[in-house]
């Protein structure tokens, strides 16, 4: 049986020490109370990559959401350009206050998805305005 800061066994079953639950010799965390089977190589673990607890800044998540919407709804044309232009303006506000802040936040690559998204969306709508304009033009020709 192993307890706390005992050497990681290379096979079987390691006992939680705190509530007794069995656990794979593998596993870091206990499945019953989530207690740290190994503390020492939790301490290692944090070493080599600390934990990434930054908070995604809003505006990037937002203009990803918008921008993702533009592409979905660049068939619909008046309403997608502005969603676009807006998923545009809010990506390059994100990127700015990200990379102002150093990096205090996350969703820099967020807001350049974002900022790729809303182009793409506001290329395809306005090709499709371009297009629907031109057909009504011909057609009116046609008359
Ligand atoms: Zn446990």
């Not at 820099?108 to 009504?136: P, Q």
């Amino acid at each position: 049986m192993g307890y706390v800061g005992s050497p990681r066994p290379y096979t079987g079953h390691m006992k939680c020490p705190f509530c007794g639950q069995e656990n794979s010799y593998l596993s870091l965390n206990c499945t019953s109370c989530f207690a740290y089977i190994y503390p020492e190589e939790k301490e290692a673990a944090k070493l080599i990559k600390p934990e990434d607890t930054r908070k995604y800044n809003p505006l990037s998540i937002l203009s990803f959401i918008l921008g993702i919407i533009g592409i979905m709804v660049c068939l619909c044309y008046p309403m997608s350009i502005i969603n676009s232009i807006i998923a545009i303006i809010l990506g390059i506000m994100a990127r700015k206050k990200i990379l102002k802040d150093g990096k205090k936040q996350k969703g820099e690559r967020l807001a350049l998805w974002s900022i790729i998204c809303g182009s793409l969306a506001l290329l395809g709508s306005i090709s499709i305005a371009i297009v629907d304009y031109m057909w009504k033009i011909t057609s009116l020709y046609g008359k």
